[in-house]
């Protein structure tokens, strides 16, 4: 009787195997076999997609400040600050993308529409660079009122940078999430594969950069803005059909509901119970029955960080129903704002991302650009950064976590908050040595009279590779950190606006970057005195303007320290733990490590 019984048992567990356990439905709601679903060949066609989309984003973004300054007229400062409140725009208008994604329609259509009108906004952008009256006149003469771009011409161009920007507002959150989505919580195999998904997510966004900034921007500098900026418009059409073939494979996540209202919800019933005792035995709190959380949905207990909004768990008799919230969703509002420190101390680190498609690009104008008989467009040494962040994610994932991670016995190998310490560290490093070399080119433009001129410094191009290929171990260590850690944190049903903290970093940093370009500029300028920062770059003090940078920097890292000090984790990988150390068991027993 007992052994029918546990045949029963045995297979009711086998038959529960076969189906994700964290929750994971088709598109039509149904849970989804684990053998046919997800992992990493779900993440091929996202993986695709992004190296796609990448291509087409680096595509704009890298030259389209050489594209303000000589196409349209605009002055140094300008120019950068119109870059930067661009991409500022990318980044914070995920936060909107993340919030419908996790309140509405789900991170799949979010997705999809998303990508649309990203494809649009690509596709007018084309336009106004192509065809007559929106592309800007060819003359160079900035004085002459003839070369000015026209209003509409400014209006269609910027129009379509900005629609682009909305597209991307609903796409960029929701597709590495829905990458991360793929690996099953619950099964300690896939849980130890997501540990490097966030790699080579990165790892496919530079790869896509480095096509950019190497084969598109020769295109747009040598051959012409329509198939330059024609590419990468079919580029993110061909990614979107491979996202879209993708479907059959990929899980997805329900929608939640708004994590915005459940934040707000569990502050204001804190501060309107603010006189209320807090009880010493957490089982006096409010918290749904355990059935009534359906699979996917995860019940977290009561901790003593953040004690007052416990408060928001506590019964009134005078208190409305919908003032009273569960620990649960208590404890996802503490993991949120338990965040926001962390989130704040990379803003400085985010604003020097801003130089390096602004002023840096804008530093590779005034050298000497050919290699042999060969001219290389200047923003074509962006690509350095995405070459030495690609071998630096690889050395990282296959050869540092697995020698290191024999002593922490941290499956990361190191922590996600150590791994952003270290690009930090490496960040301060580009900006003093930026310095140094800004420093040294003026002084060579001084020795040969090219100061009031502008005219090119004899120096080649490759002087600046320093600075650009330690900008791309910093993003190996700092930005696939950010990236891990805020969606790692977040709780399971806030995911989306998890990954958009990231995103939120990037955006205040590029508006930070003109805020802070604009200051100086200003500053530096008053009562007749030169500016740091003019259009002729040789008579400018960029070396000023980097070793403030890198003082800023360095003020951050120490307030980065204190802040990391006291970040609670929110939960330890202990299984995936289990299956490295049988993976690195059997490796040893074979003879391969």
């Not at 088709?26 to 996202?46: I, K």
């Not at 291509?55 to 950068?80: D, N, P, R």
């Not at 990379?346 to 104008?365: E, H, M």
């Not at 200051?519 to 500016?531: L, R």
Request: one cysteine or more; aromatic letters at 12%; hydrophobic letters at 45%.
């Amino acid at each position: 009787m007992n052994g029918s019984r546990n045949g029963v048992l045995i297979e009711e567990e086998e038959e529960k195997r076969l189906y994700t356990e964290d929750g994971s439905v088709d598109l039509r709601g149904q849970p989804v076999l684990r053998s046919n679903t997800g992992r990493w060949t779900a993440c091929s066609f996202m993986v695709v997609y992004e190296v796609f989309e990448r291509m087409a984003y680096h595509g704009i973004s890298s030259y389209l400040f050489i594209y303000l300054t000589t196409k349209l007229h605009q002055g140094t400062v300008t120019s950068a600050n119109n870059v930067t409140n661009w991409l500022g725009t990318n980044w914070m208008i995920t936060v909107l993308g993340a919030y419908v994604a996790d309140a509405l329609l789900g991170r799949y259509w979010t997705f999809l529409i998303g990508s649309a009108i990203y494809f649009l906004g690509m596709s007018l952008l084309t336009l106004s660079v192509s065809i007559d009256p929106l592309k800007p006149s060819s003359c160079s003469d900035s004085t002459d009122v003839h070369c000015q771009p026209t209003t509409l011409q400014l209006v269609v161009f910027f129009a379509a940078l900005y629609i682009l920007s909305l597209g991307n507002g609903g796409a960029k959150p929701n597709i590495s999430t829905i990458g991360a989505d793929q690996f099953d919580e619950f099964d300690p195999r896939e849980k130890a594969q997501k540990l490097s998904f966030f790699n080579w997510w990165m790892f496919s966004i530079f790869l896509g950069s480095l096509f950019a900034t190497t084969v598109l921007v020769y295109i747009q500098d040598n051959v012409g803005w329509t198939l330059g900026y024609g590419i990468p418009t079919i580029g993110i059409a061909i990614s979107i059909l491979i996202f879209f073939a993708g479907t059959p494979f990929y899980r997805h996540k329900r929608p939640m509901g708004s994590p915005f209202t459940k934040m707000i919800k569990v502050i204001v019933s804190s501060i309107i119970k603010w006189k209320v005792e807090i009880p010493t035995d957490p089982k006096e709190l409010f918290e749904f029955d355990p059935i009534e959380y359906r699979k996917g949905k995860y019940m977290i207990d009561s901790t003593t960080g953040m004690r007052f909004l416990n408060k928001a768990c506590l019964r009134t008799n005078s208190s409305k129903p919908w003032l009273l919230c569960s620990v649960t969703q208590v404890e996802e509002t503490k993991q949120m704002l338990r965040m926001i420190p962390i989130l704040v101390v990379t803003f400085i680190p985010s604003t020097l991302y801003a130089q390096y498609t602004t002023l840096f690009v804008k530093q590779s104008t005034t050298l000497n650009l050919h290699i042999g008989s060969f001219e290389v467009p200047p923003a074509s040494i962006v690509g350095f950064i995405s070459l030495s962040m690609l071998i630096t994610v690889v050395f990282y994932d296959r050869i540092f976590v697995k020698t290191i991670r024999k002593w922490t016995k941290n499956p990361r190998g190191i922590t996600l908050l150590q791994r952003m310490g270290i690009g930090m560290i490496l960040h301060i490093t580009v900006m003093a040595i930026a310095s140094l070399i800004e420093r040294y080119r003026i002084h060579v433009a001084r020795e040969n009279g090219v100061v009031e001129n502008g005219n090119q410094v004899p120096l080649s191009l490759f002087i600046l590779l320093p600075q650009f290929i330690l900008f791309g171990m910093s993003d190996a260590f700092l930005n696939v950190a950010k990236v891990e850690f805020f969606y790692d944190q977040a709780p399971e049903s806030m995911k989306s606006l998890g990954t958009s903290y990231w995103m939120i970093s990037l955006g205040a940093g590029n508006f930070l970057s003109s805020l802070l370009l604009t200051i100086v500029s200003n500053v530096t300028s008053v009562e007749g005195h030169d500016g740091w920062i003019r259009n002729n770059l040789n008579d400018s003090h960029l070396d000023y303007y980097y070793a403030l940078l890198a003082i800023l920097s360095a003020v951050n890292f120490v307030l980065f320290l204190a802040v990391a000090r006291f970040y609670v984790y929110r939960a330890e990988v202990s299984d995936s733990m289990k299956v490295l150390a049988e993976e690195l068991m059997v490796r040893k027993m074979r003879g391969e490590e």
